[in-house]
């Protein structure tokens, strides 16, 4: 298929092709058994064209893959331009691009392979346990590859692996049973190998073995590094956005206080392995750092083609493809959006276990149920999955039930503690590579 | 614009009868799904449509080993028989056997009715409407900074054919218009949203008025003074939407069977036991007309049907797909479903809403004399094993000696899902409603879903 000759010949406007080719295989798990495998092969593409004049911007995706369809879809995105009425902006020219390290060789060789070893050994892992057990769990791996074309003489390729695991572990027996549930997506195997992740799930399981709810109070919390994610990703990323800034809905000024000054945060688009980690966003602009959060301080916005562009600014390789429901082999179903690549923190100079040695009274947070923050006021509450009473220093009791409430940026504020060393993390939010952070004063709600 | 191909579909339906066809395997189908969209997005920055053509096909076996899935978004003969033959070849390995409650064979191609069908709008007018109510709505408020307006008309040509011989296919509209007006005082930023939607057609539109508009916009700005609830445990009344995702999310999840097989039910051994005050009924209906969670037949082959949850109290029915109605020797409620071809297909609700009581929802207001009223929810979370629960909902207000007073800021509504449907001493007559609304299992593979009901008053932990 000549991809640039169909879209030259349907479109005489601006045109940008977004193709994603992938193979998946999933591993679900019941107890000690395979419940189901599942592999599939993927391609699909979306094309964009903006118009010279108004700047309507037309869009149509695709899985239908012959010339056919590619010229369909392509009238179709410049039919839907016409009616529109957007701000102009030119897609990128060819850049040079750096090297990114996204992909891990075993997953590439044979991720099938890959998915059914890692779950053989989470099962034998899980099953020593006395009173820790597995009701269902999956281990998929990803192979991506991306490519962007555009009329602008940009064409770029990038190839991609993941790994994705979720175990739901059923903590006890009989009616008084619940359970830890978490999942967690990496690059490479290596960051979520079974020995160090599915045991530090069955530490945390064990914790809640022996547990009472909450009682009603504001207290020191310490939040996981994928609660981390799931409470700044979305607030941060938002109003860091140069669409929020355009739309008046950013939270932040360029050189004002947000938060503690032990908070440092950049937008790290090449950090190793990260999960939003490419040489070039959805756009194809090159991705790059930018400093977000400097020692308490805002220092610079996230900008996409529109907005550098519309905003007269610099773009930051922030266009990116992503939502509510898309996993990682189905972006090429939306549009690119003005969003966060990898929000990357520092570390501060405490281990995680000085952090909760220098904790009088507090909650250690494993998991809330979901967050799910409202972006523009940043406020949350959920649920409190898994977590542990902190005594005098020391973990003590299992803590499940009541809420935990508050607003994203209030707690930023209130900051007394970062662990050394950040990693990368999923929740419900995606990008991230976060540490331990210990905030002051935070609601919990329990029912006493 | 979405379209619907019937030549392309009839053909891979063709394909897969034909290569399901014989063989000595105990049970193989295929499911052919086609997704079409259009979506039209303004705010006051751009305006945006776009147009979706999604197919896929995917064939599965079940053996002593489990399913077996195969699948991708090529659809021509050639995929489809390389991946029934790949599916025949490892289950013979496997040494096939397995137990599943299959339904009788159906031949069924049907499609759902819709009022103003979308395809006969022409996008500009479509465009255009999205702009008046844009317009209408920022000039409302000078407070206003943001209005948000989304439609989106999506068609589902689905069909299942089974090596059994079910041929079934079934065409289904959704169409949704959902708009958020977000306002600023001062450094005070706050919105609220509404979405309407189900399987119905372009009519949807004219459901959101002015008044609707107007109802909204006041909602917004009466945000900006809303202050936080009050934390612990408090008596709530619920709105129609907030009680639907209870009964969905806190309550439903732990009804789908798969979990129960998994053990992962807290419900597992409850059945014909009081599970919820007598006043409440609970229906899990995939042939509600109009809601957004509607089907004609599940992804295993199963007619939508109306199933009772919990009568007056007490837990009737759990969920079930061909798996789970085989092992627990149930009959089958219709409820396996499927993102789409791509996804495996789970024991999943559809439209989950509890029955209106004899109550007014003024005598239940007047009637308490502290307390919390919820409104608009946005979101909730199950927990299948533990019978915990979350619901958020946008705003709400203080019930101050049987009047509503201060207006609330987002609340999280937690607890034991029991101990909440066991404290219900309140159920309304009036305001019966089901929201349109999209559920995961888990973190992923999402369906459109209806939930529902009328207003409940009961008690739970808030914060």
């Known amino acids: 298929m000549n991809i640039t000759a169909v879209l030259d010949k349907t479109t005489q406007a601006q045109w940008e092709i977004y193709i994603q080719h992938s193979t998946r295989t999933d591993v679900q798990l019941r107890g000690s058994k395979r419940e189901a495998l599942i592999r599939q092969e993927n391609t699909g593409y979306g094309v964009r064209v903006i118009l010279p004049r108004s700047g309507g911007a037309g869009v149509g995706y695709s899985s239908c893959n012959s010339d056919k369809d590619l010229e369909a879809t392509a009238r179709r995105a410049h039919d839907l331009a016409k009616l529109n009425r957007s701000p102009f902006f030119e897609l990128p020219a060819k850049r040079k691009l750096l090297q990114t390290k996204t992909a891990d060789r075993r997953i590439l060789t044979d991720s099938e392979r890959v998915a059914k070893d890692y779950a053989d050994e989470a099962q034998a892992l899980i099953s020593e346990e006395k009173d820790i057990s597995l009701t269902y769990g999956k281990v998929r791996t990803y192979v ?25 572990l059923k903590i006890g027996s009989g009616t008084s049973a619940t359970e830890f549930w978490p999942s967690r997506y990496s690059r490479r195997v290596s960051d979520l190998e079974p020995t160090n992740i599915i045991l530090e799930w069955l530490k945390i399981a064990r914790s809640c073995l022996k547990r009472h709810p909450p009682r009603t109070k504001q207290t020191t919390i310490i939040l996981s590094p994928a609660v981390v994610c799931d409470i700044f990703v979305p607030t941060i990323g938002f109003h860091s956005s140069a669409e929020a800034l355009n739309l008046n809905l950013s939270a932040f000024k360029e050189h004002q206080h947000v938060a503690s000054e032990e908070l440092t945060i950049v937008d790290d688009g090449l950090y190793p392995y990260g999960l939003r980690t490419n040489s070039f966003d959805d756009e194809g602009q090159p991705q790059e750092k930018t400093r977000l959060i400097e020692k308490g301080v805002f220092k610079n916005y996230l900008y996409d083609q529109l907005h550098a562009q519309t905003m007269d600014a610099k773009p930051t390789g922030n266009g990116i493809r992503t939502g509510f429901g898309i996993d990682v082999d189905e972006r090429y179903q939306t ?6 690549t990898n929000l990357t923190f520092s570390g501060g100079d405490q281990s995680l276990e000085e952090l909760i040695q220098d904790t009088k009274d507090g909650l250690m947070i494993y ?10 006021t940043t406020r949350f509450g959920s649920e409190i999955r898994n977590a542990q009473e902190i005594k005098n220093g020391e973990l003590v009791e299992g803590v499940v039930g009541g809420s935990l409430s508050g607003s994203a940026f209030e707690l930023m504020k209130g900051i007394s503690g970062i662990s050394d060393r950040p990693e990368v993390v999923s929740g419900y939010a995606f990008g991230c590579v976060a540490p331990y952070i210990r905030l002051e004063g935070v609601q919990i709600s329990g029912s006493s | 614009m979405a379209v619907v191909n019937n030549r392309e579909s009839d053909s891979v339906i063709g394909d897969l009868q034909e290569l399901l066809r014989g063989g000595d395997l105990p049970y193989v189908d295929g499911l052919y799904d086609w997704q079409t969209q259009l979506a039209i997005r303004k705010n006051k920055e751009r305006e945006n449509t776009s147009s979706k053509s999604i197919k896929g096909v995917s064939v599965r076996s079940h053996s002593e080993s489990g399913w077996t899935y195969s699948s991708s978004n090529k659809v021509d003969r050639s995929t489809v028989r390389k991946l029934i033959n790949q599916l025949k070849k490892e289950t013979r390995r496997s040494n096939a056997k397995s137990k599943l409650a299959l339904p009788d064979p159906v031949k069924i191609d049907t499609k759902t009715p819709v009022k103003k069908d979308p395809l006969e709008i022409p996008i500009e007018e479509k465009l255009q409407r999205l702009r008046e109510i844009y317009d209408l709505a920022r000039q409302m408020d000078s407070r206003i900074v943001d209005v948000r307006v989304a ?14 011989g079910t041929q079934a296919r079934q065409l289904i509209p959704r169409t949704r218009i959902s708009m958020e007006i977000v306002v600023k005082e001062d450094i005070v930023t706050d919105s609220d949203n509404l979405s ?15 008044e609707k508009i107007s109802e909204l916009v006041k909602s917004a700005v009466e945000q900006l003074k809303a202050v936080a609830p009050p934390t612990g445990v408090q008596t709530v009344i619920l709105d129609p939407g907030t009680v639907g995702t209870v009964c969905h999310e806190s309550f439903g999840h732990g009804l789908e069977a798969d979990q129960a097989l998994r053990g992962r039910s807290y419900l597992k051994d409850m059945l014909g036991k009081t599970v919820a005050s007598d006043l409440v009924t609970i229906y899990e209906d995939s042939s509600l007309e109009g809601a957004n969670g509607s089907y004609h037949f599940d992804d295993d082959g199963v007619k939508s049907r109306k199933n009772t949850l919990v009568e007056n109290g007490v837990l009737v029915s759990f969920l079930h797909d061909i798996e789970t109605g085989a092992a627990m020797n149930a009959p089958l409620t219709g409820s396996s479903r499927t993102q789409n071809a791509a996804h495996r297909r789970f024991i999943r609700m559809s439209n989950t809403y509890a029955k209106p009581g004899e109550r007014k929802l003024d005598d239940i207001v007047r009637d308490t004399k502290r307390g919390v009223m919820m409104m608009r929810w946005q979101f909730g979370i199950e927990d299948p094993l533990g019978g915990g629960m979350q619901v958020v909902s946008k705003k709400g207000y203080i019930i101050e000696n049987g009047v509503t007073t201060n207006p609330l800021k987002s609340i999280t509504l937690t607890g034991r899902v029991l101990e909440v449907l066991g404290n219900v001493d309140a159920v309304s007559s009036d305001g019966f409603f089901v929201d349109p609304g999209t559920c995961g299992k888990g973190p992923e593979d999402y369906v459109p879903v209806g939930s529902g009901g009328t207003w409940w008053r009961t008690k739970a932990v808030i914060g």
């Open chain 1, 144 to 168: 991506v590859e991306n490519q962007i074309i555009n009329s602008r003489g940009l064409a770029c390729k990038s190839v991609g692996t993941y790994l994705y695991v979720e175990m739901t």
């Open chain 1, 335 to 340: 549009i690119p959006a003005n969003d966060n």
């Open chain 1, 367 to 376: 998991q809330a149920a979901w967050l799910n923050p409202d972006r523009i």
């Open chain 2, 151 to 164: 439609y989106a008309e999506t068609v589902t040509d689905r069909a299942l054919v089974t090596s059994n």
């Open chain 2, 196 to 210: 309407l939607g189900g399987t119905v057609g372009y009519e949807v539109v004219d459901d959101l008025t002015e």
